[in-house]
C-alpha cells in the first residue's frame, strides 16, 4: 500500500530537519507556515512565516550545540490535509540532557505546510531544559 502523500511531505520534512537542509524545508511550507511552540521558555510561542519557522530551527541546533537528535515513529494522515506525526527528541545542552516524546499536529494546504502545532509528553521538563 503506497503511503499518503502528505505523510510523505512529512517525512521529507523530518528527513530534511534531520541533515540540516533549511532549502529543502523551506520547500516543503508555505510562506506564511505558523509553527506553534507550547510552554513558556524562550522558544515558546508562535513562530509565524518561514524565516520564522526556520529561524526556530536553527536555534534549537546552536542551543544543543549539534546535538538534538529526533527519532521519527509514526506519521498519521486523515486525507483531508491533516497529519500527525509523533517522535522522540535527544539534545544536550551543558551539562543538561533531555530525551522527550513529541507529536506535531500538520496542516498541509496546496501539498505545503502550513501550520505546525507542537505538543509534548512534559511541558515543564521542556520549559526546564530550554531555559
Not at 545542552?93 to 507542537?118: A, N, W
Request: hydrophobic letters at 35%.
Amino acid at each position: 500500500m503506497a503511503e499518503h502523500p502528505d505523510c510523505v511531505l512529512v517525512r521529507q520534512g523530518y528527513a530534511a530537519f534531520g541533515s540540516g537542509d533549511m532549502n529543502k524545508l523551506s520547500s516543503l511550507m508555505t510562506k506564511d507556515v505558523v509553527h506553534h511552540v507550547p510552554g513558556s521558555n524562550p522558544l515558546s510561542g508562535h513562530h509565524k512565516g518561514q524565516e520564522a519557522v526556520l529561524e526556530l530551527y536553527r536555534k534549537l541546533g546552536e542551543m544543543t550545540d549539534g546535538t538534538m537528535q529526533v527519532l521519527l515513529e509514526a506519521v498519521l494522515a486523515d486525507g483531508r490535509g491533516h497529519v500527525m506525526s509523533f517522535h522522540t527528541v535527544h539534545a544536550d545542552r551543558g551539562d543538561r540532557g533531555i530525551e522527550i516524546r513529541q507529536g506535531l499536529f500538520f496542516t498541509i494546504v496546496g501539498g505545503k505546510i502550513s501550520d505546525i502545532d507542537e505538543c509534548t509528553e512534559d511541558i515543564d521538563e521542556e520549559d526546564s531544559f530550554w531555559s
